[in-house]
């Protein structure tokens, strides 16, 4: 039996691949690196590779695409602090757009990336983008959210939101941490970039409900 494939952008360890491998797709994950902090790593086939050099059409046999953008700049923005807002408002002033173009550059590649995948195929290819309600300002808001989980893109009807505890793998807790990780953390040590890679796991009964709703019949 050919097992649907599923493409993961900006992977990290997998939050989405976990659900996908449950659900019975084979699953190729991209990311600008391999992320392995002891235990965690990625669970599936890892390409690394920037997804700004990745053209659609060589997804035009998925099934569905999943991302999830980095989402530390968007975060960072919604601080109320007098840097932070400074951030923002210099975006918000640059009227070349440069910076927006810069701030969304990952978003606007996934869509590409779809778009891109859908001509190659010749047939819609549904995808789903995660990333934090922080992310509203810049790109529109999000169709729906699991908790603080946002999605955009093809989403379809799902679960109730319900209220689940914040823990490690929930951006929730990015906003209640933020600054005391970031007291503890260089910007640039593997702390860090292990701390960002397991708080932006999505939650398996997130991803394991996207993946059974566009698992093809057989």
């Given at each position: 039996?050919?097992?649907?494939?599923?493409?993961d952008?900006?992977?990290?360890l997998?939050?989405?691949?976990?659900?996908?491998?449950?659900?019975?797709?084979?699953?190729?994950?991209?990311?600008?690196?391999?992320?392995?902090?002891?235990?965690?790593?990625?669970?599936?086939?890892?390409?690394?590779?920037d997804?700004?050099?990745?053209?659609?059409?060589?997804?035009?046999?998925?099934?569905?695409?999943?991302?999830s953008p980095?989402c530390?700049?968007?975060?960072?923005?919604?601080?109320?602090?007098?840097?932070?807002k400074?951030?923002?408002?210099?975006?918000r002033?640059?009227?070349?757009?440069?910076?927006?173009?810069?701030?969304?550059?990952?978003?606007?590649?996934?869509?590409?990336?779809?778009?891109?995948?859908?001509?190659?195929?010749?047939?819609?290819?549904p995808?789903?983008?995660?990333?934090?309600?922080?992310?509203?300002?810049w790109?529109?808001?999000?169709?729906?959210?699991?908790?603080?989980?946002?999605?955009?893109?093809?989403?379809?009807?799902?679960?109730?939101?319900?209220?689940h505890?914040?823990?490690?793998?929930?951006?929730?807790w990015?906003?209640?941490?933020?600054?005391?990780?970031?007291?503890?953390?260089?910007?640039?040590?593997?702390?860090?970039?292990?701390?960002?890679?397991?708080?932006?796991?999505?939650?398996?009964?997130?991803?394991?409900?996207?993946?059974?709703?566009?698992?093809?019949?057989?």
């Open positions: 039996m050919v097992r649907p494939l599923a493409i952008l900006c992977c990290g997998g939050g989405w691949t976990d659900g996908l491998l449950a659900q019975g797709y084979d699953v190729v994950g991209f990311d600008i690196e391999n992320h392995v902090y002891g235990k965690h790593r990625y669970p599936a086939m890892l390409v690394v590779q997804v700004l050099t990745l053209h659609g059409s060589q997804f035009k046999n998925a099934a569905l695409i999943v991302a980095p530390q700049e968007y975060s960072y923005m919604a601080m109320p602090w007098k840097r932070a400074a951030k923002a408002a210099a975006i002033a640059d009227a070349s757009g440069a910076e927006l173009e810069r701030l969304n550059r990952l978003f606007n590649a996934c869509f590409r990336i779809q778009r891109e995948a859908c001509e190659a195929a010749g047939h819609h290819i995808m789903i983008i995660e990333n934090v309600r922080g992310a509203i300002p790109v529109g808001r999000s169709r729906w959210n699991f908790g603080s989980y946002h999605l955009w893109g093809d989403v379809p009807a799902l679960m109730a939101s319900g209220h505890r914040k823990q490690e793998g929930d951006p929730s990015f906003y209640d941490n933020y600054e005391n990780s970031a007291r503890r953390f260089s910007s640039h040590s593997k702390e860090r970039r292990q701390w960002s890679a397991l708080i932006a796991k999505i939650p398996l009964p997130l991803s394991r409900h996207i993946a059974a709703i566009y698992r093809p019949a057989v």
